[in-house]
């Protein structure tokens, strides 16, 4: 799984319950909407992501353009917990041999 793809994760499980526009999860993880929406029909395609659209009326009240609003399925929100641990593991050990290495 690319970097891109666990800060999505990461950035979906701060509240899974709670569904994200793909602005917001944009700014949270620095991601270029041009990078971000590959990454979330991906992982929309596998099941870890569903999305949705907002009602006509919020957006027509508001004078925006209509969202999209993604949010871990179940079995996503399973397989992020266990990615992200994974890769905050890995890069405590990197971080627990830099001292010894010389960095």
Request: proline residues 7%.
């Amino acid at each position: 799984m690319t970097p891109q793809t666990i800060e999505v994760l990461r950035a979906l499980l701060d509240d899974p319950a709670t569904p994200r526009y793909g602005l917001d999860i944009a700014r949270q993880t620095g991601l270029k909407t041009g990078t971000l929406h590959p990454i979330l029909a991906r992982l929309q395609r596998i099941g870890l992501v569903e999305s949705f659209w907002e009602d006509p009326a919020e957006h027509e009240d508001q004078g925006r353009p209509r969202r999209r609003y993604y949010r871990l399925t179940g079995l996503g929100a399973a397989q992020a917990h266990q990615v992200v641990a994974r890769t905050e593991a890995s890069t405590g050990r990197l971080s627990a041999l830099r001292p010894r290495l010389g960095h």
